[in-house]
């Protein structure tokens, strides 16, 4: 049914147009109807009362007032004037008993129905080892409407509700019980999209699961749970005390998978990205992303999964990713599973984020049908972890929409030793997909076939909606939370029931023998079959050897990959040409006429078109936007997110622009040259974690395009710390997986407070190492645009880590030379002293310092006339510039070296830095040997709360470090 409501929907006709004018009629004043109608208006329930009161107040009453006048007679009740009930004669108007009777049988009835729609999940046949205790829930029970037993068999008019035109109320329950009480249960009546839930209700009702397999599919589904059965069952003879994380007890899981891959295939996808823990990773490698058996097998015996002339740590086999081509429903489809952590969920955003970058690549933005991901979870975790409900928040926004996500969690119902009681509040671990109205079916993980039904209308959903949805399979965990452990430890009663269980496969064999579909000699034959073909790859394994790596092909074709021995500091080809910075420059301050910018807008804009013109004064927003628009110019999509990026959070940006009494948007760097390519800026939901993962996830997807994450303050990036230490910072090294993420942490000392100053440098220093990353905390707006768009102009690809200014933003110091952005000009890893007050040997101190601080010194400087102490800014912190800064150190023979910093001694860059120093200082003719330290003291918080006490700690390390003090 297409309605809202069941009971509004049903009730059409005569019927239901008598009933509704007697009930408006009724709800106005009581007294003008017949008393038995008053009471049975007065009898029903207050559900009951809001539908009757939605249908009239929608549709009925005022057609009826026109259609009947004030006081329509009381048309017969038969159905569609089929018939009167029994007991009156044909075209007579019947009594008001039997029309009580006959109305209150279909209110009650759809009332019924209903509840089965709403609740039936509560009582369904979900758990296959059958200790789940069902309650029987009263609004399913027939007697909670006022039903007796002797009701059972009269007929009510439905109105074709559940397909039928007339049913007994035992034809009711039975419909009802097969359709929601099952091995399928239902939640879907939380969905305010009536066409979703219509679609859901009319795949579900009348069960049609039972019957929806011929003898061809079902010898596939047969064959996909004895490749998952057989491929664990090997595993475990083979390798008994090797943990593996299988998939013993929820194989079907991969008849699940495979069939949401062939649904899609067959509707359209291109290309599928999936995401997973560990359990059941190896069995999704082998039977869905087809990696041969004898990889897999030669990792067992401790072979790396790599051939041995490429670097990096690697991981456990079960935390490995891997991708192919294969065809499904007749095409070629590209499927990729993700490497992933043991932190469970922390690939789902990494996931979606990829999708949505292969979809952009291939022009695919309006339906987003030709790229789809697939999330398998854990019922602990997915309940659990918040990245689940981030990934889901995110699933319906401008920015990151995918075309909807299938989730399926393998339900063990426990985790690691964890049962629900203790792991989630609500009814099941996936309660949390309701605050975003997706659809969950529950299934019986051991019923195959309804396995497979569900997870085909899962694809089916998506496809046609766009829209997330959850499969729920419970099933169980037939060993510990691993091979190697013992789960009667802490689960006696579950694990003795698992003892007794029959495997899933053995119960769909014995199934299909007994209705006569697959013989139990053809089922026996097929599982031969398999295990010779594991026996034959396990042979094959103790000669094999990977012939390559997969991850610098397709679109990383031409990229490659940097050794540690290599030149760090070298100068890439980033300066642009003057006439297209001006280009640039002039589309920047270019508004529409009939465009009403904020007229405060429109003078920083002038301020931008003035700096381009006469060359000098170029601030950081607007070097920022040169970088961005040069790239866009050379043939590179830009994308930027991050919370309130559009804007900036320190009201310097202003990529978009919003005319003042339209809310239209206008958006400078799309307007530079027609035919251009896109920049994007979204403002993200309030979500570090979740966005930062996605937008990695995307630059894995995307190698030629500029992307970056901005903190709106630098240390929100703590709620993100998991995808940094796991992905960012070590997944080249362990997956073999680059990215070229552009992390944007607002950083520094402006008496703020604790929460407001520090970015947590020394965290990501203390990451870095094998040139994983790149680290800087730069001053001036022209090195930030070198910075940038060395990004997309070096031949391989590695994330970047700014530490960006909020003072600096508008410092009239903090500027630029057109000249420093065009021909001849190159990043600079160390910037020199540029006053050179005195001759390098005269000077008596040299201060070594990063980012913001260099101002304040160079300010005091000034100001008391210091002459012989020199300022040198270390731009990138890593890869350290050993050579240059031995060239800029040298000539200061005579001089002590200070290492000056805003933040506490045991943070930021002190620690680091200090013995790098020291070596460079060993290595040249220099009075100094090593460095001293000027800051402030240790602490615990990152910096004082009070704006007093913070300019006190300034002056006085300033002061320090210049040796006025």
């Known amino acids: 049914m297409a309605g809202v409501d069941v009971l509004a929907s049903a009730m059409s006709g005569a019927n239901a147009a008598y009933l509704a004018d007697l009930y408006a009629r009724w709800a106005e004043k009581p007294d003008s109807v017949d008393p038995s109608f008053a009471e049975l ?181 047969l064959q996909q749970l004895t490749e998952a059965e057989g491929f664990e069952a090997f595993c475990a003879k083979k390798y008994a005390t090797t943990k593996r994380f299988g998939l013993e007890g929820g194989e079907s899981t991969i008849p699940a998978i495979q069939s949401v891959i062939e649904v899609g295939a067959s509707q359209g996808v291109n290309e599928i990205s999936i995401g997973m823990a560990h359990r059941g990773r ?321 003078r920083q804009l002038e301020a931008k078109k003035n700096a381009i013109e006469t060359g000098e004064g170029i601030d950081w927003s607007t070097g920022e936007a040169l970088a961005f628009g040069t790239l866009l110019l050379e043939g590179h999509r830009v994308r930027l997110s991050g919370e309130d990026v559009q804007r900036g959070t320190f009201s310097q940006r202003h990529a978009h622009l919003v005319d003042q009494k339209t809310q239209a948007e206008y958006v400078p760097l799309n307007n530079i040259r027609g035919g251009q390519p896109k920049f994007e800026a979204f403002n993200s939901l309030l979500s570090e974690m979740g966005v930062l993962g996605f937008e990695y996830g995307y630059t894995l997807a995307d190698p030629r395009t500029l992307v970056l994450w901005e903190a709106q303050f630098g240390d929100f990036a703590n709620g993100a710390q998991v995808i940094i230490d796991q992905f960012i910072a070590s997944a080249e090294t362990k997956w073999l997986r680059m990215s070229g993420l552009v992390m944007l942490l607002p950083h520094g000392y402006e008496g703020q407070g604790p929460e407001h100053s520090s970015a947590r440098l020394e965290r990501y220093l203390q990451l870095c190492a094998e040139r994983n990353m790149r680290v800087g905390n730069l001053t001036t707006p022209a090195n930030y645009y070198h910075a940038l768009r060395r990004q997309l102009k070096a031949n391989y690809r590695k994330p970047l880590v700014l530490m960006t200014p909020k003072s600096l933003l508008r410092h009239k110091m903090a500027v630029s030379a057109l000249a420093d952005f065009g021909p001849g000009s190159a990043f600079q890893y160390i910037i020199p002293e540029t006053d050179a007050l005195v001759a390098e040997e005269q000077v008596k101190r040299v201060v070594l310092c990063t980012g913001k601080v260099y101002y304040d010194l160079l300010a005091e400087r000034r100001e008391k006339g210091v002459k012989d102490v020199a300022i040198i800014r270390v731009e990138q912190l890593y890869p350290f510039a050993k050579t240059t800064l031995a060239k800029v150190l040298a000539p200061y023979r005579n001089a002590d070296v200070v290492w000056c910093q805003e933040e506490p001694e045991n943070m930021g860059a002190w620690t680091y830095i200090d013995r790098k120093i020291e070596g460079v200082l060993r290595d040249i003719e220099i009075k100094a040997k090593r460095p001293t330290y000027v800051g402030r003291a240790e602490a615990a918080s990152p910096a004082t709360g009070l704006a007093k006490v913070h300019q006190q700690q300034q002056e006085t390390l300033v002061r320090e470090a210049l040796g006025l003090s």
Not at 60 to 77: H, Q, S
Not at 117 to 133: K, N, W
Not at 496 to 505: D, P, Q, V
Not at 576 to 598: I, K
């Open 41 to 221: 208006f007065g009898a029903l329930n207050d559900e009951a009362r809001a539908v009757l009161t939605d249908a009239v107040g929608a549709s009925w009453a005022p057609r009826l007032r026109g259609a009947f006048g004030p006081d329509p007679e009381p048309p017969a009740l038969g159905p569609k004037g089929k018939g009167a009930p029994a007991g009156t004669a044909p075209g007579n108007t019947v009594d008001k008993a039997a029309a009580q009777r006959a109305v209150l049988d279909s209110i009650r009835a759809l009332m019924l129905i209903r509840s089965y729609r709403v609740r039936g999940h509560l009582e369904a046949q979900l758990d296959p080892l059958g200790l789940q205790v069902m309650k029987p829930h009263p609004e399913l029970d027939p007697k909670t409407y006022g039903f007796t037993d002797a009701d059972m068999d009269r007929p009510i008019f439905l109105d074709f509700v559940l397909g039928k035109e007339n049913a007994t109320l035992r034809e009711i329950l039975q419909i009802c019980r097969a359709s929601y009480c099952g091995s399928i249960a239902t939640e879907f009546m939380h969905i305010q999209d009536p066409d979703q839930k219509s679609w859901i209700q009319r795949r579900i009702e009348g069960a049609p699961w039972v019957k929806a397999f011929d003898g061809q599919a079902k010898r596939q589904i």
């Open 282 to 602: 190896l069995n999704v490698l082998v039977n869905v992303v087809k990696k041969p058996f004898s990889a897999v097998f030669s990792e067992f015996k401790g072979n790396a999964a790599t051939p041995e002339d490429v670097q990096g740590s690697g991981d456990v086999k079960y935390h490995l990713g891997t991708s192919t081509d294969i065809e499904v429903a007749g095409r070629m489809v590209h499927l990729s599973l993700q490497p992933n952590p043991s932190h469970l969920e922390a690939v789902d955003p990494v996931v979606v984020g990829k999708v949505r970058a292969r979809q952009d690549m291939a022009g695919d933005t309006k339906g987003r049908k030709s790229v789809m991901g697939i999330l398998l979870h854990g019922d602990a975790a997915f309940a659990g972890q918040g990245l689940v409900y981030e990934t889901l928040a995110m699933s319906q926004l401008i920015g990151y929409r995918t075309g909807g996500t299938i989730h399926i969690v393998t339900n063990n119902q426990i985790g690691f030793t964890t049962v629900p009681a203790h792991a989630y509040s609500g009814l099941y671990c996936t309660d949390v997909a309701k605050s975003i109205q997706v659809p969950i079916l529950h299934v019986n993980g051991d019923d195959a076939e309804a396995v497979v039904f569900c997870a085909r209308m899962a694809a089916e959903f998506r496809m046609q909606f766009g829209a997330d949805f959850v499969l729920d399979i419970v099933c169980y965990r037939r060993h510990g939370h691993n091979e190697t452990d013992e789960p009667a430890f802490t689960q006696p009663i579950m694990y003795g029931r698992i003892r007794e269980m029959k495997t899933t496969r053995t119960l769909y064999a014995e199934k299909l023998a007994k209705e006569g579909s697959v013989p139990a000699e053809e089922s026996k034959a097929v599982l031969d079959a398999f295990n010779a073909q594991l026996e034959e790859a396990f042979q094959a394994a103790s000669s094999f050897k990977p012939n390559k790596a997969d991850w610098l092909e397709g679109h990383w074709s031409g990229l490659k990959a940097v050794t540690v021995g290599e030149e760090v500091e070298k100068l890439h080809e980033t300066a642009v040409g003057l006439d297209t910075l001006r280009e640039v420059g002039a589309a920047l301050a270019r508004v529409p006429s009939d465009f009403g910018a904020n007229p405060k807008i429109l």
